[in-house]
């Protein structure tokens, strides 16, 4: 049975009693949000490393880090370190994205290994066994999908929505079709003159993923690559196509999540988010970024953080991380690192902004170490506590500085926080510091488990010096 089918049973799994100890909520809640196809639990039947989380608007905001090698780069030893690196530095989802050599044996020790939900896009390999695009059958797909369920596949991006009739809107684009899974299928559909084979074989896809309860990450195979194609013909009746798939897969008691965009202005992310929950019943909306600009190549962490903050405060329940190699090339073990920590701030400041329970105490609590001096506290309070402390002491890098009540950005002298104590100190000011020296209480927040700095948050043991890693 799946989550969605006990959910609709009105049973609590345990599954659904975990999310709801991570989330400080109640599991009954836990259970209708699934029942209602609100949010998601990706957690396959074989998936036996799993911590279960939970997908959706009413839980705090979710990142996705993308893995995987390429034809260059294909050992296991290497593809775990990637996988280590990830959820090290706070990623709630990996997607395996491989697509170079021992496609089987790097999933499976994926699988085997992650204490967090893994996904991936079986197009991809059904590519990697065929000569010529156009030799994949639907049998084949079926093939690829149904094995990929069976090693363990908590969630697969599924881009059923691409229809035949969509092509010729996006004749007019800037950028065309710019996702790969989407480009494939396009190319598919030209050549055989056949109607997508995912969109063919829906009703199959599901029976699979009920008997595995494997989570669907409906692919936006003809989402906008630059800002000038956003929120187009082309985009738009694909995400109609969604909607539509997302009742078929709830018919077959399936959880669905529904990918978007992209590159969009930032005037447009809230009504786009806002048209997904319309169209796709509320099904969980997980986006890439979007981009709110095309001018920064080698900044695309940042273009695209913006946007999925804004994202996030709209209503999208997962962010696809985007690195500072987005469009450029390969990104390495600091590039997963920027990434993810710009992703995990857009997370933080969208369950802020929308007032997500407990959520700012983590930014209280970091706040009242920096102004008491206390350097240690504020560095395991860091989003990234490795890096706030080597910033830290690449100038001050002595013991004695812990407690110094200044930094080498202001100096001693002009240290606003020193100058600002003393004076109330030495007037009528009222002093800052509580009686009792109390501090917020993140670990005890009502969000403690969302409320931790993501380094570490599973494994303690350090990160190894730079591993490649792939992108999407
Ligand atoms: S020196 Fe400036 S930046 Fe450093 S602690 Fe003081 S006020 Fe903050």
Redesign the pocket.
């Known amino acids: 049975m799946t989550q969605l089918a006990a959910a609709r049973h009105g049973t609590v799994t345990e599954a659904m009693e975990r999310v709801a100890e991570r989330e400080n909520c109640a599991a009954e809640f836990v259970r209708q949000q699934v029942a209602d196809g609100q949010a998601v639990i990706p957690a396959n039947v074989g998936h036996d490393a799993l911590d279960p989380m939970i997908i959706g608007r009413e839980f705090g905001t979710k990142v996705n880090a993308n893995i995987g090698n390429s034809e260059e780069t294909s050992d296991i030893e290497g593809e775990l370190e990637k996988l280590h690196t990830a959820v090290h530095y706070g990623a709630d989802t990996v997607m395996d994205l491989s697509t170079g050599a021992n496609l089987d044996a790097i999933r499976e020790a994926n699988v085997e290994h992650s204490p967090v939900p893994i996904g991936t896009v079986p197009i991809y390999e059904a590519v990697k066994r065929v000569d010529d695009v156009t030799d994949i059958t639907h049998e084949l797909l079926l093939d690829v999908i149904e094995k990929q369920a069976e090693q363990g596949v908590d969630y697969m991006t599924i881009h059923a929505g691409v229809l035949m009739e969509h092509l010729p809107l996006t004749d007019g684009r800037k950028t065309g079709i710019v996702s790969r899974g989407g480009s494939i299928l396009a190319q598919w559909m030209e050549e055989s003159g056949m109607q997508n084979p995912l969109y063919a074989t829906f009703e199959e896809i599901c029976e699979i993923f009920a008997e595995y309860d494997v989570t669907f990450s409906l692919g936006d195979g003809l989402r906008p690559g630059c800002l000038a194609d956003a929120g187009d013909e082309a985009q738009f009746a694909e995400l109609d196509t969604l909607g539509e798939l997302t009742r078929t897969a709830w018919d077959h008691d399936v959880q669905v999540m529904v990918e978007g965009p992209g590159h969009v202005p930032m005037d447009q992310i809230a009504e786009q988010v806002e048209r997904q929950q319309e169209v796709c019943d509320g099904a969980p909306f997980y986006v890439l970024g979007p981009l709110v600009t095309d001018i920064a190549p080698g900044y695309d962490h940042i273009t695209s953080a913006i946007g999925a903050t804004e994202a996030a405060r709209a209503g999208a329940a997962m962010l696809c991380y985007v690195t500072p190699k987005e469009h450029l090339g390969l990104p390495d073990r600091e590039d997963v690192r920027d990434g993810l920590a710009a992703y995990r701030i857009a997370a933080h400041a969208g369950d802020v902004a929308n007032g997500r329970d407990g959520a700012r105490d983590w930014d209280d609590a970091l706040s009242e170490a920096r102004y008491a001096f206390d350097w240690s506290e504020q560095f395991e309070l860091a989003l990234d506590p490795e890096r706030a402390r080597s910033y830290h002491d690449q100038t001050l890098p002595g013991d004695n500085y812990k407690e110094a009540r200044?930094?080498s950005?202001?100096?001693v002298e002009f240290?606003?926080?020193?100058i600002d104590q003393d004076a109330r100190d030495a007037g009528e000011m009222e002093s800052i510091e509580a009686e009792d020296g109390e501090r917020t209480d993140v670990a005890g927040s009502a969000a403690a488990e969302v409320n931790r700095p993501p380094v570490g948050t599973h494994d303690s043991t350090p990160v190894d010096e730079a591993t490649p890693a792939d992108d999407d």
């Open positions: 200044f930094c950005m202001c100096g240290c606003s926080m020193r």
